[in-house]
């Protein structure tokens, strides 16, 4: 990851415990590589030692028969069930994997046991710095089936929260990747019940018994199972004249797929794991912290509650400032500023994300405005379904409706955050908003046209 640290971040639904990519070192060496679909690509590689991620990315891409394009559209990742690693093309896996243990002591907070235990695998996953508009201009069909399993598997363990209409309509997309095209009767809703979780996100799978959960429902609704995805099966359109052959066929839905994943504000992102304050509540003002996902994007930064599967915080580069706490300083955290109000004031509202992978995170956002900064002007324009072009570039409404919804998992939820509020000096309070050159942090894109506003403080303000 050429121009920023490694790229760490929460481990992903398709990583499995302990699998070993090495099974000798010597002259020779017995390579395992896995693909999103859990496959496994082996190569038997000389002078491992030494061997760079770039040379190993060029023999996977040689095996699996791939084009060009695939050199910028995928990666090689270290992935464990700690800790996930992007690596940039110098880099010599076997040599970052034997530095394993002492990356999970500085990145992770896991028991020294689990350290002790953990091993990553290699695997072969998307590029974070892939541009969602490269990615329409696809057309090998090996490609898109691998980018398509990589996002399903991230749907499927809502990684990328779905609303229920979404995650059908995937869903379906999935169905008749799997099972053909819709035929009445064929598949049945108890068919289909069987194997749900091959279609459908597991909370969206799970029958609750009893008042509780029928009031819990974690944002689910009536109807919501088999049903609603034969439903939705049956209204997925065939293309034309590409039945006579399965593969080529399959094409066409792998990019739907695709298309409706990239209506999602965070897909292509790296994910993070961290916490942040509960906001008081009673009158004991109990808090305490939840855990949290930090999905970042060439777009932008979003914030993901990891239990009730919805978006917390989601601000485009151009809405935020940033900066990090190291351990050395007080804590490892992230910090997030950007616009809000107050009781119908505006106000600069400050974020802490309490995570070890806190530099980790800081460089990629620094890393991802440089990229949008040396990219065309054009670029915003180019994305047909991109979550966070540049002000005044954004696309038609009518592209992204699912995010108009009211409460939509992917809106933000403001209210669920605790923030603080301040001033220039720092004071914590409510009704003051600073001029933008007053802000904690001087990190930010400067584009001249950022959404954020400069708001002169009146007098009357600035006493408070």
């Known amino acids: 990851m050429d121009g920023t640290e490694d790229n760490a971040g929460q481990p992903g639904p398709a990583d499995r415990s302990h699998r070993s990519s090495v099974s000798s070192v010597g002259a020779r060496a017995d390579v395992l590589v896995y693909l999103a679909d859990d496959t496994v690509v082996p190569l038997a590689m000389e002078n491992l030692p030494s061997l760079t991620a770039h040379e190993l990315h060029q023999t996977v891409r040689e095996v699996l028969q791939l084009p060009d394009v695939a050199l910028d559209a995928f990666a090689l990742w270290l992935v464990s069930p700690l800790l996930e690693v992007q690596l940039k093309p110098k880099h010599q896996p076997y040599k970052l994997g034997r530095q394993w243990q002492e990356l999970l002591l500085r990145f992770t907070d896991a028991p020294d046991d689990d350290v002790a235990m953990d091993e990553p695998s290699l695997q072969f996953r998307r590029n974070v710095f892939f541009p969602k508009r490269r990615e329409l201009q696809i057309h090998d069909k090996e490609v898109l089936r691998l980018l398509y399993e990589e996002a399903k598997s991230n749907v499927l363990a809502a990684r990328y929260p779905c609303d229920v209409e979404d995650c059908e309509a995937l869903g379906a997309l999935v169905c008749r990747v799997q099972l053909g095209p ?3 009767g064929q598949p049945t809703a108890c068919a289909l019940r069987e194997k749900l979780d091959s279609f459908l996100p597991a909370h969206l799978c799970k029958r609750g018994h009893g008042l509780f959960a029928a009031l ?4 689910t609704k009536a109807g919501t199972g088999e049903q609603g995805l034969l439903n939705a099966y049956s209204r997925v359109k065939e293309v034309a004249g590409s039945e006579s052959e399965h593969e080529a066929s399959l094409s066409p839905h792998y990019r739907a797929y695709l298309l409706k ?6 897909y292509g992102s790296a994910f993070f794991h961290g916490e942040i304050d509960k906001p008081a509540q009673g009158f004991l003002h109990r808090g305490g912290q939840k855990p949290v996902s930090v999905a970042i994007s060439l777009e932008g930064v979003h914030v993901i509650d990891s239990r009730e599967k919805h978006v917390l915080l989601g ?3 151009q809405e935020l400032s940033w900066d990090h706490t190291s351990p050395e300083e007080e804590e490892s955290a992230l910090w997030l500023e950007f616009d809000g109000d107050s009781e119908g004031t505006p106000v600069n509202k400050l974020l802490k994300v309490y995570s070890k992978q806190a530099e980790l995170m800081s460089s990629l956002i620094e890393y991802c405005i440089e990229l949008s900064q040396a990219a065309e002007p054009a670029t915003p324009q180019e994305s047909a379904a991109g979550a966070a072009s540049a002000p005044g570039n954004s696309p038609p409404a009518t592209q992204r409706p699912q995010l108009r919804r009211q409460g939509s998992v992917v809106c933000s939820r403001i209210q669920h955050l605790s923030t603080i509020d301040y001033v220039e000096e720092g004071e914590q309070i409510k009704r ?15 584009l ?16 408070g």
């Open 182 to 184: 819709y035929q009445p």
């Open 315 to 317: 601000l485009r580069f």
């Open 261 to 266: 994943c990239h209506e999602l504000p965070f």
């Open 432 to 446: 003051v908003k600073p001029k933008r050159s007053t802000s904690f942090f001087s990190r930010q894109l400067s």
């Open 216 to 219: 819990r429902g974690r944002g």
């Open 448 to 463: 001249g046209q950022g959404s954020y506003t400069v708001v002169q403080p009146t007098e009357s303000l600035e006493q």
